[in-house]
């Protein structure tokens, strides 16, 4: 096997130093009752070139873009990944490198993920971000147990509206501990009803999602106002497309205390949905509070700039059960790619093609409001929006799949009351023909 | 002794990404706009990031330049104990990037997603037979989402039996995420020490355990590198007082298909797929952690699970009413996960089991030829890893820092340090499967170079190291004054 370089020769030669004679011997110290008899139940082994042939035909059934043309979002994003981000992504001394704990011989994943905080935090509008969490969905629940610590109360309201599967997860985190969760539901026009929060005296935290899982865009000034009106209570904003901030105002400028998210739409391919990117940003005041690795600046002996990994006090293998959260590795390869697409599109790329996304919803929607559908949510949305069809579009749907269109995902599943109301997704990906296909074929 | 591994070569200096933009450059290929522009609603419009503007050039120089000052398993032997440094192989990531994988929606209908249902269904049953324990999940993004998840598991079993419980014992030789896992439960730790020998005393565990004790994390083989040769007695203590076993199986490495987990008496065990089963670790992640219980455990599992019924298509399944939810947007790191199904698939059975073999070697291979030079605190055979301590070094006032440091120059990447906490001073050496013997070989000459220049020439060591981009970095200074952004 190529990956075990030993020779036979070198075997003996090596039992002999240790002292036994044989591989097996050196398990003297396993009981006999758990010692595997039988040999694991797993195929043979496959050549490198049968390993290819294999998974080459493991992948060629699935509906991959860009042989599909999937409006799908909800979480996921199709962008365009220069293939600068992927080679250099595919740099060895990136991909092979253990978290940084010798700083001396990681400077390039520690500057890679510094610039990498430092980017998320003039994306969101925030002081500082972490080095990233596993996904938005975990980042989230990790946000809300921040509140609470930060707050000391110990409930929480979470908007309807925000992603169903990451509001699964908060459930999750939140389900053996002594903590609430309380919902708030959405108004007519799709967003968050913000008059509905509660008592805000009881709650640590406030989330809403925006763009919301509608695509609608949240007034956030407004829910800002009313969560700091009471001075303890922490707004805390999650978001699933990072695009967005291209184009509209940031969390940070809006109040948020704390901004989570999923990061994936930058550079990172949707690959069945994982990995992904937890996006992680606070305000200054709540930096101890923060889950997760943080990248600092500092001198080395010489005094030359040069980083490391920073206020480790609150993390798990110091504090133990103490800790702000038990996340050990997280998702640093994904941060640095999110990194080197941001540096790659630059700021003024990203204002241009941010826009461009806007401008292809756009267009979608009225195409499909000029065909005569209904667009139930009238707030204002980026990248994708709600759109209902006709009764007996399941059949239509189902058609456009063998024409390799995917229209969309039926929200009925997640929200009983939205029957035949579709989420559909157009990014920069999506040609104007494209779109025009689209509408031709679901009218048909 | 022949020259070091390590040398002079030329690296280069590189700013910050921002302290090198132009406004106006342009990095990036942007899409032919052919729609109108739409309008804006004002009231919602931001300026946007102030990105730095950098050309395509630009930042392939700025990032190949921050690759040149990483330390990666490809540049060289990386013996960090715990950590499973193995080598990555390169097929791995060509199965990972396969347009009909990278492209694909978690949320496509599942008749367009049958390869990608399948290579999830398939690695859970293979993961069943390397550890013997038969339902898996593999949603967990890393070791500790897994390890939450096996305390979740702790959490809804007890609670179904209408008896929640509230403690755990968590042995002093766990990792660290161990006891913060089981805290995010709402489990309190009980700390239980090792003897003599370094492993776990079954009176001691007898002694502790009792019906408010939801049950023992054990990390086996432990973080001395020594295999809890008690677990059977062990398990059953435990199981008596209808408490649960939980693996910590970070270390599985070392016993594919010599151990059978479940005859140890695990109920539930987490593999942490970037150490046992190859898959990169990408600076700090992505990972994954997969979690393994008995079938009597199955239904507590995370959803969706991925099912198939005989004549049926793969699918994915939510009805499972005693779940303990979801912990993963979607189905946890898929690309990790093709990565781990093309490992197995290349090594089958007969070479998972000689890897293990091997790790073993290797490790029980650098203790003999080290024990002699460096304190051996628990002189016993080990299993993929040994630690040692500077014990021997201290009264040349030299400290394992400075031992790590100095071994950079020689071209090789530390040791763990300073973990298990069990030991003072400790260096722990996991060199894994994959380093052959001259490579070993080489790193015993450094390690005993490094113990002589402790007596003949320690500046060489207080002072390292000097080769690499930055010398010893003020930490201290870093967490008073945090500077966590630019």
Not at chain 1, 64 to 76: D, I, M, N, R, T
Not at chain 2, 336 to 358: D, E, H, W
């Amino acid at each position: 096997m190529r990956y075990l370089p030993h020779t036979d020769e070198e075997i003996t030669e090596m039992l002999q130093v240790v002292g036994v004679d044989n591989l097996e011997d050196l398990y003297k110290s396993c009981p006999r009752g758990c010692c595997t008899i039988t040999d694991m139940d797993l195929p043979d082994p496959l050549t490198e070139w049968e390993l290819n042939r294999h998974m080459d035909e493991l992948t060629a059934g699935m509906g991959a873009s860009p042989e599909y043309k999937v409006f799908l979002g909800a979480g996921s994003y199709d962008h365009f990944i220069p293939s600068a981000v992927q080679y250099l992504l595919s740099r060895s001394e990136f991909i092979t490198a253990y978290t940084p704990y010798q700083p001396e011989i990681s400077q390039g994943t520690l500057q890679a993920i510094y610039e990498y905080q430092t980017l998320v935090t003039w994306l969101t509008g925030m002081d500082v971000a972490n080095a990233s969490m596993y996904d938005g969905a975990s980042g989230l629940a990790e946000a809300l147990l921040m509140s609470i610590r930060v707050a000391r109360r110990k409930k929480v309201a979470v908007s309807t509206a925000i992603h169903p599967h990451y509001r699964q997860v908060v459930n999750t985190y939140f389900s053996p501990t002594e903590y609430e969760v309380v919902e708030i539901p959405y108004l007519e026009n799709g967003r968050t009803d913000i008059s509905r929060i509660g008592n805000l005296d009881e709650l640590a935290g406030v989330a809403v999602q925006s763009p919301n899982f509608f695509g609608c865009v949240e007034d956030l000034g407004a829910l800002g106002d009313i969560v700091h009106s009471d001075p303890k209570t922490l707004m805390v904003v999650a978001f699933s497309e990072p695009m967005t901030y291209g184009l509209l105002k940031n969390p940070g400028s809006l109040g948020a205390d704390i901004v989570c998210g999923e990061g994936q739409s930058f550079g990172i391919p949707r690959s069945f949905g994982g990995p992904g990117l937890g996006m992680f940003a606070a305000k200054q005041k709540y930096v101890r509070n923060m889950p997760g690795r943080l990248i600092g600046q500092t001198l080395d002996k010489d005094g030359q700039r040069g980083f490391v990994l920073t206020l480790a006090t609150r993390e798990q293998h110091i504090r133990r059960e103490k800790a702000t959260s038990n996340i050990c590795s997280n998702q640093g390869l994904c941060a640095t790619a999110s990194a080197m697409y941001m540096a790659t599109v630059g700021g003024t790329g990203l204002r241009d093609l941010a826009r461009l996304n806007y401008d292809k919803n756009e267009y979608l929607k009225n195409e499909l409001a000029q065909a005569g559908f209904s667009l139930p949510f009238n707030s204002p949305t980026f990248n994708e929006f709600v759109v209902k069809f006709p009764d007996g579009f399941e059949n239509t749907y189902q058609k456009l799949l063998e024409k390799k269109i995917v229209a969309g995902l039926a929200l009925e599943n997640y929200y009983p009351e939205l029957p035949g109301c579709y989420l559909l997704c157009a990014t920069e990906t999506s040609t104007r023909e494209d779109l025009d296909i689209l509408v031709k074929e679901v009218t048909s | 002794m022949k020259a070091s591994v390590g040398t002079k070569g030329l690296i280069f200096n590189e700013p910050l990404l921002w302290e090198k933009g132009v406004d106006g450059r342009r990095g990036f290929s942007m899409p032919t706009r052919d729609v109108d522009e739409a309008p804006l609603d004002e009231s919602i419009r931001g300026d946007g990031p102030q990105f730095p503007d950098l050309s395509e050039v630009d930042v392939v120089r700025h990032y190949t330049h921050l690759s040149q000052w990483n330390f990666g398993v490809d540049s060289g032997m990386y013996p960090l104990g715990s950590c499973t440094m193995k080598y990555n192989p390169k097929t791995n990531e060509r199965q990972a990037a396969l347009s009909g994988f990278t492209g694909a929606h978690p949320l496509l209908p599942d008749q367009l997603s049958q390869g990608a249902l399948q290579l999830l269904y398939d690695l859970e049953r293979y993961l069943a037979a390397v550890t013997g324990l038969p339902a898996v999940t593999v949603q967990p993004a890393a070791g500790s989402q897994g390890e939450l998840t096996g305390m979740l598991v702790f959490y809804a079993y007890h609670k179904s039996k209408g008896q929640p419980r509230t403690k755990v014992l968590i042995p002093d030789t766990a990792h660290g995420t161990n006891p913060a896992s089981a805290a995010l439960c709402g489990f309190k730790s009980v700390a239980v020490k090792s003897n003599e020998k370094g492993i776990l005393d079954p009176a001691n565990i007898s002694g502790l355990m009792d019906e408010d004790t939801a049950g023992i994390m054990v990390t086996n083989p432990n973080t001395l590198g020594l295999f809890e040769e008690n677990i059977i007695e062990i398990a059953e203590i435990v199981h008596n007082k209808g408490g649960l076993v939980y693996a910590d199986g970070a270390n599985m490495n070392a016993i594919m298909g010599m151990v059978n987990m479940a005859d140890s008496g695990v109920d539930v065990l987490h593999l942490n797929l970037h150490k046992t089963f190859s898959t990169p670790h990408g600076g700090g992640g992505p990972g994954a952690g997969p979690v393994c219980v008995t079938a009597a455990l199955e239904k507590f599992l995370p959803v969706p699970r991925v099912v198939k019924k005989e004549n049926e298509a793969y699918s994915l399944s939510w009805n499972h009413p005693d779940s303990v939810g979801r912990l993963h947007a979607f189905y946890g790191n898929f690309g990790i996960l093709v990565r781990a199904y093309s490992y197995i698939r290349s090594m089958g059975a007969g070479n998972l089991k000689k890897a293990s073999q091997l790790a073993v070697l290797n490790a029980n291979y650098i203790k003999e030829n080290l024990k002699d030079t460096y304190d051996l605190p628990y002189d016993r055979a080990c299993m993929h890893e040994c630690v040692f301590s500077d014990k021997n070094q201290n009264q040349y006032n030299i400290t394992t820092l400075d031992i790590a440091k100095r071994l950079m120059e020689y071209g090789f990447h530390p040791p763990t340090i300073y973990f298990p906490l069990v030991v003072h001073g400790a260096i722990m050496i996991e060199p894994t499967e994959t380093e052959c013997k001259n490579d070993l070989d080489a790193f015993i000459a450094a390690m005993k170079a490094i113990d002589r220049e402790t007596r003949e020439n320690p500046e060489l060591l207080t002072e390292a190291p000097r080769i690499p981009k930055v010398r010893r970095l003020d930490e201290t200074l870093a967490a008073r004054k945090p500077k966590l952004a630019g």
